[in-house]
């Protein structure tokens, strides 16, 4: 069984006096893509906005490559080799592609892959064909692209992504999907937060469902498929 990179235990975040996290405890081992999966306001984006510390945890512990991390500011957290993907996107619509790209760029990392303009265009292949291109003339699933492209230049050896398919059309997030499992194949963990379970089932190795800022199963994604009043009770609309 590979090392967890990623470890989170008795975690909990509050956004002024509203109580969100009520003391979630998740890990990723190396290498691995887990699902934090949850209906809209179930508190999955809080707990990835918590583990970068863009919201600071109210109390718990956060390890990441055996440091804690949970009192640290989010670019000293970034700069560990954390990535983190905002639903926003956040691109730099008057820059181009390749100023998008190296804005994100950081030093290489022992052990860690590491990623340059021309292995991130045979990633995202749409991206090689709009270099020049600002951000702000791309559609929303080449700006998604981009903004995975951008933090991947600061060779993270783990990625946390907030809601990848959500709003794509079914061809790119068939293409997201494919850019996720060959981030597995580099050996690179993933932290993939989705409302699509479908998208979820053909990535994912092992998920984790929130519910009111609690954790109410983790286990493989087999386990999830196998369990309809499960996926009934946490994950129907």
């Known amino acids: 069984?590979?090392?967890?990179?990623?470890?989170?235990?008795?975690?909990?975040?509050?956004?002024?006096?509203?109580h969100i996290l009520h003391g979630i405890s998740l890990e990723v081992r190396t290498g691995e893509v887990v699902a934090l999966l949850g209906r809209n306001g179930a508190g999955k984006s809080t707990a990835m906005k918590a583990i970068m510390g863009l919201v600071p945890p109210a109390r718990g512990e956060v390890s990441f490559a055996g440091q804690r991390i949970e009192r640290l500011p989010p670019y000293r957290i970034a700069r560990l080799g954390l990535g983190y993907v905002p639903e926003?996107?956040?691109?730099?619509?008057?820059?181009?592609?390749?100023?998008?790209?190296?804005?994100?760029r950081q030093a290489a990392r022992a052990g860690v892959p590491v990623w340059?303009?021309?292995?991130?265009?045979?990633?995202f292949p749409n991206l090689a064909r709009m270099r020049e291109r600002p951000g702000g003339r791309m559609s929303g699933g080449e700006q998604q692209m981009l903004t995975i492209a951008r933090?991947?230049?600061?060779?993270?050896?783990?990625?946390?992504?907030?809601?990848?398919?959500e709003g794509l059309a079914p061809i790119i997030?068939?293409?997201?999907?494919n850019s996720i499992r060959a981030l597995k194949g580099e050996g690179v963990s993933v932290i993939l937060c989705e409302q699509n379970l479908h998208f979820a089932l053909g990535v994912a190795d092992r998920a984790y469902i929130i519910e009111k800022g609690q954790i109410r199963f983790g286990g493989s994604m087999a386990e999830l498929a196998a369990n309809d009043s499960l996926r009934e009770q946490y994950l129907s609309v």
Request: with cysteine; net charge negative.
């Open 88 to 104: 926003e996107r956040r691109i730099f619509t008057e820059l181009s592609v390749m100023e998008n790209l190296e804005v994100g």
């Open 116 to 123: 340059t303009e021309e292995k991130l265009f045979k990633l």
């Open 173 to 177: 997030v068939e293409e997201m999907g």
């Open 1 to 18: 069984m590979a090392a967890a990179m990623l470890q989170v235990n008795d975690l909990h975040a509050f956004y002024g006096r509203a």
């Open 151 to 165: 933090t991947l230049m600061g060779n993270p050896s783990c990625v946390l992504l907030d809601e990848p398919s």
